[in-house]
């Protein structure tokens, strides 16, 4: 599998990068079909993503295969640990290109959006476990997005993607939230503990406002301005904002937005 995966990556055109890719998904699943595999680093694997979940539950492995035009087509795994009702691996199946509004959409493993998964939160809702990815998208040369996706898992323990839990941003349809910017820069989005301002108040003492702050953990990104207002919209000249943050807090089962937070620790 490493020798595969890095004859993917150097491969010289896109048809034999299909085929190694396609060797190597195979051998990868069989492979996880093995007893032990949620339990091994795979740490010689290094051209491809594996995280596991805070609670045990499950691991994704995924990978990127890129392409002579600048665009990328998306792989990955969810294995289940042998300690959940059911052992299972499911194939995620890359369906960006034909989501015509993924903002909304619901998803599964068959109708996956495709990103490389760096972090994951766990949060509840009610009875329902959340985990909530932190994800990057090589979109194309000129465009790059960050995404904030949910994955919950139903009573048959089959993975969706996708939830109505995010609130203040856009309209409560949202299932997932996309930043679009520029593929020239590179944009902050993690998971940080963070101070917020919850109260400003007159000191007429001082004859000033003082703030009173809390700390919280929350999801915390640039903001992201085109640099002159004629390019509003067009998403490749998106540039981070070197002052100005905003915010997801989750409170009471939702992540809150919460526009140009004071950031006092430097985000990670």
């Known amino acids: 599998m490493k020798v595969l995966s890095q004859e993917m990556q150097k491969a010289e055109n896109d048809s034999v990068r299909i085929i190694f890719n396609k060797q190597f998904h195979e051998t990868l699943y069989r492979t996880l079909l093995l007893e032990g595999s949620f339990d091994y680093p795979f740490d010689s694997l290094r051209t ?26 998306y792989f990955g795994f969810i294995l289940l640990s042998q300690k959940a009702k059911m052992h299972a691996i499911y194939d995620l199946i890359d369906c960006s290109d034909s989501i015509p509004q993924p903002e909304i959409a619901c998803l599964d493993d068959h109708s996956w959006f495709g990103s490389l998964y760096y972090k994951i939160i766990v949060t509840k809702s009610d009875d329902q476990k959340f985990y909530t990815l932190l994800g990057l998208d090589r979109l194309n040369n000129q465009l790059t997005q960050k995404v904030i996706d949910v994955l919950y898992f139903d009573n048959a323990n089959h993975p969706h993607f996708g939830a109505k839990i995010f609130r203040n941003y856009g309209n409560d349809q949202i299932c997932r939230v996309l930043f679009k910017y520029s593929s020239s820069a590179s944009m902050l989005l993690t998971y940080d503990n963070q101070y917020i301002i919850k109260n400003k108040k007159w000191n007429p003492t001082k004859k000033q406002f003082e703030n009173e702050r809390e700390k919280a953990w929350m999801i915390v990104s640039d903001e992201l301005v085109p640099p002159d207002p004629q390019l509003e919209g067009q998403f490749e000249y998106y540039m981070p904002s070197s002052e100005i943050f905003n915010a997801f807090i989750f409170n009471e089962g939702k992540w809150n937005f919460i526009k140009n937070v004071d950031v006092r620790n430097k985000p990670n």
Not at 53 to 72: E, Q, V
Request: overall charge positive; aromatic content about 12%.
């Open 48 to 73: 491809i993503g594996k995280i596991t979940s805070p609670d045990k539950k499950f691991r994704i492995f995924n990978w990127n295969l890129p392409k002579s035009d600048g665009t990328n087509i």
